[in-house]
């Protein structure tokens, strides 16, 4: 079984550009997740879908951040425009809930660095 | 919101030690996850266990949800153990996530 796919794995960009992460989450997840981690802390959640919905998007900063999770699979992440205290990693779990343990699993994460 | 309070910070053995890992938690939870943060960055699931105790080769992990409280015991350990190792709880099945700080293991050949 495929675990969480990330892409890209880094990039780096300059203050004030815009930039997209995307997630495929492992096959017959239902929920998505995505969490922020800054240097030497724990992830910290942003947003998570059910399906097609947003079910908690209370952390994600939304005068500059959008998710979007099309047709209940693949999801894309957007900052815009980016601030140097956006340098993070960016990262992606999904889980299968009511089916069993709700385990999350991870992907291997976006590290952004802004200029 | 829930606190979750991982100890020690950092740790230091040599290769054949075993180490115990703790963390605490504030409240009643649904799930309980350890997670091994490898130095490429990949949190790797350890055990899903928000209650009881599980054995999975040289690990082990224990949670008293009555004392809010789990262990992860490292035994014999080898320097690919290194890494941080992550405590991560949720009040409701499929929430989020509260990650503790974290252990950072260094494991000495």
């Known amino acids: 079984e495929a675990g969480v796919v990330q892409s890209p794995r880094y990039k780096i960009i300059e203050k004030k550009q815009p930039v997209a992460f995307w997630c495929n989450p492992i096959?017959?997840?239902?929920?998505l997740y995505w969490y922020r981690q800054n240097l030497g802390q724990g992830p910290e959640l942003l947003i998570r879908?059910?399906?097609?919905?947003?079910?908690?998007d209370s952390q994600l900063p939304k005068d500059r951040f959008s998710a979007e999770r099309l047709k209940g699979v693949d999801s894309t992440l957007k900052i815009q425009p980016a601030e140097l205290g956006d340098s993070a990693v960016y990262l992606c779990?999904?889980?299968?809930?009511?089916?069993?343990?709700?385990?999350?699993?991870f992907g291997p994460g976006t590290r952004l660095t802004v200029l | 919101g829930i606190q979750v309070e991982q100890s020690p910070p950092d740790l230091i053995l040599q290769e054949g030690a075993n180490s115990t890992l703790r963390c605490n938690f504030s409240?009643?939870?649904?799930?309980l996850q350890w997670f091994h943060q490898n130095p490429w960055g990949q949190l790797i699931n350890l055990f899903y266990?928000?209650?009881g105790t599980k054995q999975n080769g040289r690990l082990s992990a224990t949670t008293v949800a009555t004392e809010r409280y789990s262990l992860l015991y490292i035994s014999s350990s080898q320097t690919t153990d290194s890494g941080v190792y992550f405590c991560?709880?949720?009040?409701?099945?499929?929430?989020?996530?509260?990650f503790g700080e974290g252990t950072q293991l260094t494991v000495n050949p």
């Open positions: 879908y059910e399906n097609e919905e947003a079910v908690d």
């Open positions: 991560a709880v949720d009040l409701t099945s499929g929430s989020r996530l509260t």
């Open positions: 779990a999904s889980s299968r809930i009511g089916l069993g343990p709700d385990t999350q699993y």
């Open positions: 409240d009643s939870v649904n799930n």
């Open positions: 096959s017959g997840h239902n929920t």
């Open positions: 266990i928000p209650s």
